[in-house]
C-alpha cells in the first residue's frame, strides 16, 4: 500500500456534466500530480500541485482544473465532461526531492 | 511521434525466460529515467531508476544510453509474477511528478 487514497473508485457520467474527484498524499509528501491513463496508453501528466499552488501543467485544456488543500490532499476538477474524459485518473504524491511517485489506484470515469 | 516510445508487444515468454524491453526517448534534455511495473488497471509503482553505468536488482537489470536516446530493461530467469505492463518513464528534472510514460510494453509469461 502506497497510502496515497483516491476516491471514489469508480464513476458514471453523461456528456456536459462535470466532475470532481479526490486524492489524499502519503503522509509527509507535499506535492500531488494528476494523470490521465486512456486504455492501452501510458498515464499522461495533467498537472502538480506544490504547496497549494499549481506548479506546472500538461497538454490539457482549461476545464481541467485542480485544488490542493492545506493537508496537502487534492482535488481533480473536470468541467463539461466529453467522450473521451473517459480513463483511469491516477494521483501520486511525492516528496520535494524524491525521486519516486507513489500512486493511488486510480478512479475510473465512463463518460456516456 | 511521442516523446517516450516503447514496443507495445505483446512479449509471451516461458517461464525462465529472459525478455529484453526498449525504449526511446526524444527529449536530449532528459535527465532521470525509470521504469514502472503496471499490473492489469492497477497503479503504477517504480520497479528501478536507470543509470548511464547500469543498474542491477535481482533478476533486473536497467541500461541507458544517452547517445542514443535509449533505455533498457532486461528480465532474466522469468517468472508468472512477472507478468505485467512495463512502463518507460523519463523525467526533464529533478520533480518525479512531471514525468513522461511511455505507452508500455506487456509481458505474460506462461508456465
Known amino acids: 500500500e502506497t497510502g496515497v487514497t483516491q476516491s471514489p473508485t469508480h464513476l458514471i457520467k453523461t456528456r456536459g456534466q462535470q466532475v470532481t474527484l479526490r486524492c489524499s498524499s502519503q503522509s509527509g509528501h507535499n506535492t500531488v500530480s494528476w494523470y490521465q491513463q486512456a486504455l492501452g496508453q501510458g498515464p499522461q501528466f495533467i498537472f502538480q500541485?506544490?504547496?497549494?499552488?499549481?506548479?506546472g501543467r500538461g497538454n490539457f485544456p482549461p476545464r481541467f482544473s485542480g485544488l490542493q488543500f492545506p493537508n496537502y490532499s487534492s482535488e481533480l476538477n473536470v468541467n463539461a465532461l466529453e467522450l473521451d474524459d473517459s480513463a483511469l485518473y491516477l494521483c501520486a504524491s511525492s516528496s520535494g526531492t524524491g525521486i519516486e511517485l507513489f500512486f493511488g489506484s486510480g478512479t475510473q470515469l465512463s463518460v456516456l | 511521434r511521442k516523446e517516450v516510445e516503447q514496443d507495445p508487444g505483446p512479449f509471451n515468454v516461458p517461464e525462465g525466460a529472459t525478455v529484453a524491453f526498449n525504449c526511446t526517448y526524444s527529449?536530449?534534455?532528459?535527465?532521470?529515467f525509470f521504469w514502472y511495473r503496471q499490473d492489469c488497471r492497477k497503479e503504477p509503482k517504480l520497479l528501478m531508476s536507470v543509470y548511464s553505468s547500469g543498474n542491477e536488482d535481482g533478476r533486473f537489470t536497467a541500461q541507458l544510453n544517452r547517445a542514443s536516446q535509449y533505455i533498457s530493461l532486461l528480465i532474466r530467469d522469468s517468472k508468472l509474477s512477472d507478468s505485467a505492463t512495463y512502463l518507460c518513464?523519463?523525467?526533464?528534472?529533478?520533480?518525479?511528478?512531471?514525468?513522461?510514460f511511455g505507452d508500455g510494453t506487456t509481458l505474460t509469461v506462461k508456465p
Open positions: 500541485y506544490y504547496r497549494e499552488e499549481e506548479n
Open positions: 527529449n536530449s534534455a532528459s535527465q532521470s
Open positions: 518513464v523519463v523525467n526533464r528534472g529533478a520533480n518525479a511528478g512531471k514525468s513522461t
